[in-house]
C-alpha cells in the first residue's frame, strides 16, 4: 500500500513538472518585448550609431532591416532580356587593355624557364617543409607589396621538386651546362567560336586546375577576370581539344617480347 501511495505522488510531481514547463514556455513565446528591458547602451547605439562608435566601426545590419539590405546589395547583379543592354554597359569599366595584357604575359615568360614549365620562385627558401609554401599559398593573398598566387594543382609534397628559386643561392648557376631550348610561343589569347563569344582555353589545363591562380584577385592585371564572381570557368570558356589531349603515333611502339628457349 505505501508502494503505491509513493508511486502516485512521484506520478502527481512529474505531471505538475511537465504541465509547468509546458505553460512557461509557450508563455515565454507570447511575452511582447519591452522597452525597458533594452539597456542604455543599446537605447543610445540605436538612436545614435555614427558618433557613439569608433570612426572605424562597421555597423551591423538589424534584422528587421536585413531583407531590405540584401535585396538592395543583389540589385546590381540581376538582369533580365529588357536590361540585358545596359547591365553590359555596367561592367564596361572591367575591359582590360592590350597593354595592359601584354606586359602581363611579358612578366609571365620572365619568370618561366619555358612556356609551361613550372615558375620559379622569386624569393629566397629557407624552410624545407612543404607546410611553409602551403602557409602563404594554399589560398593566396595580395598586399600593397606583395603578390601570392594561390597553387594552381592539387596538393603535392614537395613544392621544390618542380619550382626553384629564380636566384639559387646553395647551387651555382656554374654546374649546370647552357641550353638552346626554346619551346612554343607563349600564347596571346584563345579562340572565339564567333564575336563576342568566350574564348577557348588557350593552354592545357593540366596541373592548372585552379584558374583564380593566375586569373583571379592576386593575378596579373593583365590577365585577371573581369568576371570573379562566375565560379565555374568551364561552363563558358571551353578546354581545347588539341591541348588537352596526348596524341599518339600511327603505331604503337612497344618492347620487344623476351626470347624465352
Known amino acids: ?37 533594452v539597456t542604455p547602451r543599446l537605447l543610445l547605439l540605436a538612436a545614435d550609431n555614427t558618433t557613439s562608435l569608433a570612426p572605424d566601426t562597421i555597423t551591423a545590419t538589424r534584422y528587421a532591416d536585413m531583407h531590405e539590405a540584401t535585396r538592395h546589395r543583389t540589385t546590381a547583379f540581376r538582369t533580365t532580356l529588357t536590361d540585358l543592354k545596359s547591365k553590359t554597359d555596367t561592367f564596361a ?37 612543404t607546410a611553409a609554401c602551403m602557409a602563404c599559398h594554399s589560398e593566396g593573398a595580395k598586399t600593397e607589396s ?19 628559386e629564380s636566384n639559387p643561392r646553395h647551387t651555382p648557376a656554374a654546374l649546370f651546362r647552357e641550353s638552346s631550348f626554346v619551346g612554343l610561343l607563349a600564347p596571346t589569347a584563345g579562340p572565339r567560336a564567333f564575336a563576342g563569344a568566350p574564348p577557348q582555353i588557350p593552354h592545357s ?55 624465352v628457349e
Not at 595584357?101 to 620572365?110: F, H, I, P
Not at 593575378?219 to 562566375?230: A, E, S, V, Y
Not at 568551364?234 to 600511327?250: E, M, V
Open 1 to 37: 500500500m505505501t508502494d503505491t501511495k509513493t508511486k502516485n505522488i512521484v506520478t502527481l510531481i512529474c505531471v505538475v513538472v511537465i504541465s509547468l514547463t509546458v505553460v512557461g514556455y509557450f508563455t515565454g513565446l507570447r511575452a511582447p518585448m519591452h522597452t525597458s528591458e
Open 93 to 129: 569599366e572591367f575591359k582590360i587593355s592590350a597593354e595592359e595584357k601584354a606586359a602581363s604575359l611579358v612578366r609571365l615568360e620572365a619568370n618561366r624557364a619555358f612556356n609551361g614549365a613550372p615558375p620559379t620562385i622569386p624569393h629566397a627558401v629557407s624552410e624545407t617543409s
Open 146 to 164: 606583395l603578390r601570392i598566387p594561390k597553387m594552381s594543382h592539387q596538393f603535392l609534397a614537395n613544392c621544390t621538386q618542380c619550382h626553384v
Open 205 to 259: 589545363t593540366w596541373m592548372r586546375g585552379e584558374c583564380m591562380s593566375c586569373h583571379g584577385f592576386a593575378g596579373l592585371q593583365g590577365i585577371r577576370t573581369t568576371h570573379p564572381w562566375r565560379n565555374n570557368c568551364t561552363q563558358c570558356h571551353a578546354p581545347s581539344s588539341k591541348l588537352d589531349q596526348t596524341p599518339l603515333a600511327s603505331t604503337p611502339m612497344f618492347l620487344e617480347p623476351p626470347q
